[in-house]
């Protein structure tokens, strides 16, 4: 195995690290509205070349727990990861890139259809930096007709040390 080579792709990761405060929104609540939640996270380095975040948040009276992980494969040009949480059984496992801009991070993965559980889809998960404290989070769907379709979004804010 090659020596570790921190590229500027890993560096960029740097802007997650801390402790964060969220308010998301989603839609398929009790009453079939939106529902609303809050929710926090850290996000760690695992040595230079990866960051690991827990998410914690509490929806219709249950906790739950996120896990997430993404780093940058210089061999596949990509960045990589996954995440799952305490509320299903299925592991995300990601791939993805960072727009021209700068500020966007795109990962995408397969997983069971929220339309139709036995069925897989493409989700694709989307940070917006806003500004370094503050970054915008939507979870899209790919349908069947070829359309994404926003299943949630998050404001995330900052509330900790960046040196985390």
């Known amino acids: ?3 570790l080579q ?12 801390g ?24 996000v760690r380095m695992i040595g230079d070349a990866w960051i690991h975040g827990v998410g914690k948040t509490e929806v219709g009276g249950e ?10 494969d210089t061999r596949k040009n990509k960045y990589v990861g996954s995440w799952t949480g ?14 021209e801009d700068g500020r966007t991070l795109v990962l995408e993965s397969t997983g069971p259809s929220m339309m139709d559980p036995t069925k897989d889809c493409t989700y694709r998960d989307i940070t917006e930096f806003k500004t370094d404290d503050h970054r915008a989070f939507r979870s899209e769907m790919l349908g069947d007709d070829g359309k994404w379709t ?3 979004s998050f404001d995330m804010y900052r509330v900790g040390t960046k040196n985390s």
């Not at 964060?20 to 939106?34: F, I, L, N, R």
């Open 63 to 72: 906790e739950h727990e996120m896990l997430i992980t993404v780093g940058y």
């Open 19 to 42: 402790d964060w405060q969220y308010e998301a929104t989603c839609p398929g609540g009790p009453d079939g509205g939106e529902m609303s939640f809050k929710g926090t996270e850290h």
């Open 86 to 99: 305490s509320m299903m059984t299925h592991l995300f496992v990601y791939e993805g890139w960072v727009e």
């Open 1 to 3: 195995m090659e020596a």
């Open 6 to 17: 921190v590229t500027d792709q890993h560096r960029w990761l740097h802007k997650f690290l």
């Open 150 to 152: 926003q299943i949630m």
